[in-house]
């Protein structure tokens, strides 16, 4: 009997130690400044501007490749919420790696509120997801992140033209225009 209130005991603590543990990251939001926070008011002052670069995709498990030409990003700063920027991705033409594929345009898309959050030296983008309707299609957008370092940015995104039964991943990187 004795054995069985220690074994007791033991799996009671093995359940309940771990719901009592923190972490302290999740109970400080102090270690990771947003871009709102008084003293970061220049962070999204940073980041807005015009970034060249280059872009890749990949299908489905299909394929991927990179799409040819210079691509130009833009983040434009939100004036009434320091805490988000809007981002300005470009128009692009490729043509999937599919048997018999024919090439595939998507327009310049524009997403707002992507959320900023910086560690001082490295700016993070996110946004959980989108839709923007062009011309009566929908373009479904599923995690937008990125970072900036420096001059030099990477954003990722998962989007779904219209009916597509597969996202298309879209990569950009490059470095902002002075």
């Not at 220690?6 to 359940?15: H, N, P, Q, R, T």
């Not at 002052?45 to 872009?55: E, I, P, Q």
């Not at 040819?68 to 833009?74: D, K, S, V």
């Not at 779904?160 to 298309?168: D, L, N, V």
Request: aromatic share 8%; proline share 6%; charged share 25%.
């Amino acid at each position: 009997m004795k054995s069985f209130r220690f074994i007791s005991a033991v799996a009671a603590l093995a359940v309940f130690v771990p719901v009592f543990t923190s972490c302290d990251k999740d109970n400080n939001d102090e270690d990771e400044p947003s871009a709102g926070d008084d003293n970061n008011v220049e962070v999204v002052d940073n980041l807005a501007g015009t970034y060249s670069g280059s872009m890749d995709y990949s299908v489905g498990n299909m394929g991927a490749g990179t799409i040819t030409g210079e691509y130009e990003l833009t983040i434009i700063e939100d004036e009434s919420d320091k805490d988000n920027v809007t981002v300005v991705i470009p128009s692009c033409s490729f043509v999937p790696p599919i048997p018999n594929a024919q090439q595939f345009t998507i327009p310049e898309l524009t997403v707002t509120d992507v959320d900023v959050t910086t560690d001082g030296e490295e700016y993070t983008l996110e946004k959980d997801s989108f839709t923007i309707s062009i011309e009566e299609k929908d373009y479904k957008g599923n995690k937008l992140t990125g970072t900036v370092k420096g001059t030099e940015i990477n954003i990722r995104y998962q989007l779904t033209p219209g009916g597509m039964p597969w996202p298309i991943v879209f990569t950009f990187s490059g470095t902002i225009n002075k």
